[in-house]
């Protein structure tokens, strides 16, 4: 038995409120794919710009117009992350990913307040905690795609082949050679009230100047990158060590009076936000190894602050 089909003139577009749904699924793929907000958005853009660009006959043949948008926007993706290689050598300094701040702070890229619809609020989990998107930024391109989409969102290999245009067996041998690079560079993470309190000592220690507390509160083989892509002052290369890593921040602290430091989430886990007169000028990540701070990313570069608001009139140092 057949019927006949009502002329597609007079039918509703196929799963609009579906398409617009995916957004924010999308725009999580895309940032941990990029480490680039501005970026994850503009890629989101485009996947959204070539389903419209396609005539309603070519959008209705799509069985699963979802899985469509995941596969564009896993291509787009990887077309940047192509580009990025050769724009980050080039780059001032040490390029770090984009931070983020807690959901109540932050949307779409703008600083926002309880009203504010959380369609598009990326998800804060273990799999965009800075210490983690640093490991993706040793990846390549495909490796990065292939392990993102099957270990992070459970895409199967089927799908992630016909996305990066290899067989499902490489990659599968890509998302594995991947998770190997992560687990070894990953430390298993600390319960969430001792990466506050150490993080909060660490603050403390760095606000009163206290050198002799800074070094003890890091490891004697920690490591600090910041990230000014060349917009304003900072280290162009890592500080190694406890003891110089706690003298440059003496430092830091002595060349900026009147600097407020406030505890605040960064990706997801504790971290440090230093304010001027309202402003966000650094946000810092820190990766933590037992009882010491092991690692720190301090980002200063103003673009990658956009998501961050400023703070209120009675906001407490």
């Known amino acids: 038995m057949s019927t006949t089909p009502e002329p597609a003139h007079d039918r509703p577009e196929p799963g609009l409120s579906a398409l617009l749904s995916e957004r924010r699924r999308l725009l999580n793929l895309a940032y941990r794919l990029l480490g680039s907000l501005a970026e994850a958005e503009d890629a989101v853009q485009e996947t959204y710009t070539r389903w419209y660009a396609m005539t309603r006959r070519q959008q209705e043949a799509i069985e699963s117009p979802a899985a469509w948008l ?130 909060r000592h660490f603050k403390e220690a760095w606000q009163a100047r206290d050198i002799e507390a800074l070094v003890g509160l890091l490891d004697p083989g920690a490591t600090m990158n910041a990230d000014g892509g060349g917009l304003v002052g900072t280290v162009l290369h890592p500080v190694e060590g406890s003891e110089d890593i706690a003298a440059y921040l003496i430092h830091i602290a002595d060349k900026a009076p009147g600097l407020t430091l406030l505890e605040r989430t960064v990706n997801g886990r504790p971290g440090l936000v230093a304010q001027h007169g309202g402003v966000t000028v650094t946000v810092a990540a820190f990766d933590l190894a037992g009882d010491r701070v092991a690692r720190i990313w301090a980002v200063r570069n103003p673009d990658k602050l956009q998501a961050w608001p400023r703070s209120a009139p009675d906001e407490v140092r």
Not at 135 to 152: G, I, K, Q
Request: charged share 25%.
């Open 70 to 199: 995941t596969k564009v926007a896993g291509r787009v993706c990887l077309d940047v992350l192509g580009s990025a290689r050769a724009r980050r050598e080039r780059y001032v300094g040490t390029w770090i990913p984009e931070p983020l701040p807690d959901h109540t702070e932050w949307i779409s890229g703008r600083a926002v307040d309880a009203r504010t619809d959380p369609a598009d609020r990326i998800t804060l989990d273990e799999s965009v905690n800075m210490a983690f998107l640093v490991v993706l930024e040793s990846m390549t391109p495909a490796e990065r795609v292939a392990f993102v989409l099957h270990d992070v969102f459970r895409y199967p290999f089927a799908e992630i082949a016909d996305i990066v245009g290899r067989t499902p067996a490489a990659c599968r041998q890509l998302a594995s050679s991947a998770r190997r690079r992560a687990s070894a560079a990953q430390a298993p993470a600390a319960p969430a009230a001792g990466q506050a309190a150490l993080v």
